[in-house]
Each structure stands twice: as C-alpha cells, then as structure tokens.
C-alpha cells in the first residue's frame, strides 16, 4: 500500500487548508480508511513526530486537544483518500503532516506534505 499526501502550502494565521492522503498500490486499498484506523500525525522541526487525528471503522473520530474544534478527519472511500479539514490556523500549526494506516499491525506511512502558517 502506498499512501501519498497532498494539499500543503503556505497560509496566513486564520486561514484553512484541506490535506489528503490517497491511497494505492493493491486490491485492499478499495477499503483501506473504512476497515483500518487512520491517522495524521505531523513533526515540526527540532520536534518529535506527534499524533494530530485518528479515525476508527466503527467508533468516533479523536483529535489532539490544540486542534479539537479546528481540525476535522474524514474519509471518502470511493476515491480511497482520508482528508484533514484544518480551519482557523496557527503558526503553532506549522509542520510536516504525515498520513498513517495500519493494517494487520504494519503501519504505512506517506512522504508527508509541508503546511507552514505565518502570523
């Protein structure tokens, strides 16, 4: 499974971007963010990588607490892509944001996409 994001860029403090993260590369990935649990993380620089949003096949969607109410995870499994709806950036926001699915206990990871927030 190969999984790509995309959607980055450079924005004002206030501003919104949507991420996405498509999935391909087998016959699995036709369900891959409606049967696995599905993550973003990001790493800013000098910083360890952190978890951002997750969504689970049968349960509730969860978020860091510093993006709770600005940040929303979803999927579309048609297209095989998981988005992040960001809103209401923060120059705090800044950093390289990953996609992350594990199936059957391996974890894929994308190349990340840039997101950088000026104040």
């Known amino acids: 499974v190969q999984l790509v994001e995309s959607g980055g860029g450079l924005v004002q403090a206030g501003d919104s971007l949507k991420l996405s993260c498509t999935a391909s590369?087998?016959?699995?990935?036709?369900?891959?963010?409606?049967?696995?649990?599905a993550k973003w993380f990001r790493q800013a620089p000098g910083k360890q990588r952190e978890w951002v949003a997750l969504?689970?096949?049968?349960?509730?969607?969860n978020y860091r607490q510093s993006v709770k109410g600005r940040f929303t995870i979803s999927a579309d499994t048609s297209s095989n892509t998981m988005y992040l709806q960001m809103d209401n950036l923060k120059p705090e926001d800044t950093a390289v944001y990953y996609c992350n699915v594990e199936i059957q206990m391996k974890p894929y990871w994308g190349p990340g996409t840039q997101v950088s927030v000026s104040s």
């Open positions: 969504m689970t096949p049968h349960g509730p969607s």
């Open positions: 590369g087998s016959a699995s990935t036709s369900n891959v963010f409606s049967v696995n649990t």
